[in-house]
């Protein structure tokens, strides 16, 4: 059930998805909180079929309700008999039993999943990749590893939130590991040692070609698979560091090849964002030697100015500055650059490890379906923690199932031949009309109002029920986004022109 989803997000807005959730201590022969985590992360199939078959919440008196750290407010109940009702007879296939079609690779070395951490707190410390591990990420990249004196800002993070309440938009000034490079390859060899089977990409950042090479040498020598170039970190103190190096090919292409140099391991470039078009600044990580990209970093950022002291977010005693911004509002924005370099014929053969926005499976699998073959997260991780693995491998696998699809490698790139630069080759010899369910419209004149003032008119209101004016509707779709009720739909096409 891929299309109609019978549950969504907003069903369970006052969900706060808590640890250790006292709804699940108070259910007896169930675990409603993965359940609702489940709903959440857009897996409802496998919350239905995860639940007793027997339907135990029928005669209950809801314990998991009077548990619940917002008594009243979250309808545990509910959401349990409307999965058991209404999406598990809809469910097409059984839980697969296995993963295998998750296997995929970067440049040829085995991921067991696509899932990795991206450079960033969330993969700084041991304690914290072991943790990410035994929960089932197929490895990470470790926060960028340099020779420079690290000394944070506090606070050094702000975000923008959505009516749930959950991060939309998410700012860092945070900068490199503040380890020093021999603690790092002291944390690289007991990773591997502990999980040989995991992926470690080691993030770095030199100061010239030397140290470019030299510490590509050391994380292949201390157990690193993989090594990811940091052309991209907007939040660096000095010039000349991180996006600044990523804006010209020039300087990509020769630490590109001094890491070469340095180690015989895959090297990623990752890329910045901060320009007009990433091609120029990945076709010279390839000239340099460069096995893959990654892309992409955080965007140059200013957020949350306030009113009052006139600082933007986040203030540190009453001054601010550009920083990284990062979160699901930047994932049509990630897309569309690795759309570029996907369909970039120059640049066919390199691995593309994606990111930028990433929190459900669905996320993941755009991003693969624009030539991503891995892809790494943060901002979802800072959020919601580690255990989101658990949805994205299973709905990302549950997809594959679903669809026949042996491999995820199979569909990396399949929606490529779809994205065009120009909008030239779109058809526009006809028009898409809406319809209107009138069963799930609550009267409340949404459409009406962006028609009459964002669109063409062509929705009036009759005794609270909308109704289509034919002659005057264009199919631009804006009364269904704007209806919070989802009870427009794509209807009937005629042709331009035929009133």
Known sequence: MLINRVLK??????????????????????????????????????AALRLPADNPCLNCDAPCEKACIHTGKVPVKDVMIRLQSEVRPRSEIDIPEDEDRLACDICG??????FLLSSSVVASTYDMCARAFEAGWAGACFKTICSFDIHEASPRFSAITGDSGSI????????????????NMEIFRRLKDRYPGKFILASIMGQDEAEWEELARLCEENGADGIELNFSCPNMQEDGL?????????LVERYTAAAKRGTTLPVLAKLTPNVAN????????????????????TIKSIIGVNPLTFVSAPAVKGR???GGYSGNAVKPIALRFIAELGQNEALKGLHISGMGGIETWRDALEFILMGAG????????????????????????YYLAQMGIRSVRDIIGAGLDSVSDSTDVLERDSILFPGFDHDKCSGCGRCVISCMDGGHQAIRFEDRVPRLDGSKCVGCHLCMLVCPEGAIFPAAKRIAGRR
């Not at 892809?375 to 255990?387: E, N, S």
Request: one cysteine or more; glycine letters at 6%.
């Open 9 to 46: 997000r907003s069903d369970i807005l006052s969900c706060s998805l808590c640890h250790d959730a006292p709804c699940s201590s108070a259910c007896p022969v169930m675990d409603p909180a993965r359940i609702l985590r489940s709903v959440w992360f857009d897996n409802q199939d496998i």
């Open 109 to 114: 070395r085995r991921l067991e999943n696509p």
């Open 168 to 183: 939309v938009g998410f700012k860092n000034i945070e900068q490199l590991s503040d380890h020093s490079v021999a603690e």
């Open 242 to 250: 991180g996006s600044d190096i990523g804006q010209i090919p020039e």
């Open 278 to 297: 990433m091609s120029p600044a990945a076709e010279a990580a390839l000239r340099g030697g460069a096995d893959g990209l990654a892309a992409i970093n």
């Open 320 to 322: 601010s500055a550009i």
């Open 374 to 397: 891995s892809i790494q997260i943060t901002t979802a991780v800072m959020q919601y923690g580690y255990r989101i693995i658990d949805d994205l491998k299973d709905g990302l696998n």
